[in-house]
């Protein structure tokens, strides 16, 4: 069964500083990966979203990468701001599962102003 | 974009009670719908996959007769938690779709059983 793991699990930094979330998958037969963020006591906001034949998407300040055959992704936030307060979750989508997502434990990411 | 619907966004029920969430795809009709649910501090976790026109399927250590889905159409499915607990508390989320294609999420329902 697929196992997804988020390092680290909190994470605090200063305004301005540049960050990396880390996402570890157990199965590499993936169909896709996703990040999402989760305000408290909300839904879910599609960051981005990364296919299997692909090795990174960027939108703004966000880049992602996949690395399939290692099992990793990593989120790259650039000269974060407090409004990127928030949980940020990694989901990977099977092809061979009924296309459900697994959800990483997620990274809780203050930013201090 | 493709829009999911999910009502109510909170509710407070009392122990013993049933509650109905509803999930509804906008504008696309969704052949398949998930159920996640998030305890506190936790990752959100499958309850069942639903498609449309058939029985819903379980994950292991969901009771399907305490949580009812209904898939009754392309653009409705509903979660029922019958005699809801304490223990039942918990931020309940849908994920509507065409299989193998995307799928958008829901903006999730707090539930707080008394």
């Known amino acids: 069964k697929q196992e997804v793991t988020q390092i680290p699990a909190a994470l605090s930094v200063p305004e301005g500083e540049n960050l990396v979330l880390n996402c570890s998958f157990t199965?590499?037969?993936?169909?896709?990966l996703q990040w999402f963020r989760q305000d408290p006591g909300k839904g879910l906001t599609s960051l981005l979203l990364?296919?299997?034949?692909?090795r990174e998407q960027t939108s703004g300040r966000l880049n992602a990468s996949l690395d399939k055959s290692s099992g990793r992704s990593t989120l790259y936030i650039a000269a974060s701001q407090p409004g990127d307060s928030a949980t940020y979750l990694c989901?990977?989508?099977?092809?061979?599962?009924?296309?459900?997502?697994?959800f990483g434990t997620g990274t809780s990411l203050t930013v201090i102003p | 974009g493709a829009v999911v619907s999910q009502h109510p966004s909170r509710v407070i029920c009392k122990s013993g009670t049933s509650v109905k969430i509803e999930c509804r795809s906008l504008?696309?009709?969704?052949?398949?719908m998930f159920w996640y649910r998030q305890f506190p501090k936790q990752s959100l976790m499958l309850m069942a996959t639903?498609?449309?026109?058939?029985?819903?399927?379980?994950e292991q250590g969901v009771e399907k007769d305490k949580f009812l889905i209904n898939h009754a159409s392309l653009t409705l499915s509903t979660l029922t938690v019958t005699s809801a607990h304490p223990e039942d508390s918990s931020f309940y989320i849908c994920?509507?779709?065409?299989?193998?294609?995307?799928?958008?999420f829901g903006s999730g329902t707090r539930l707080t059983v008394v």
């Open positions: 639903s498609n449309e026109g058939s029985k819903a399927t379980y």
């Open positions: 989901a990977v989508r099977e092809r061979n599962t009924g296309n459900q997502f697994y």
């Open positions: 994920s509507a779709g065409v299989r193998n294609y995307g799928y958008t």
């Open positions: 504008d696309f009709q969704a052949t398949t």
């Open positions: 990364i296919q299997s034949s692909q």
């Open positions: 199965d590499s037969a993936i169909y896709n």
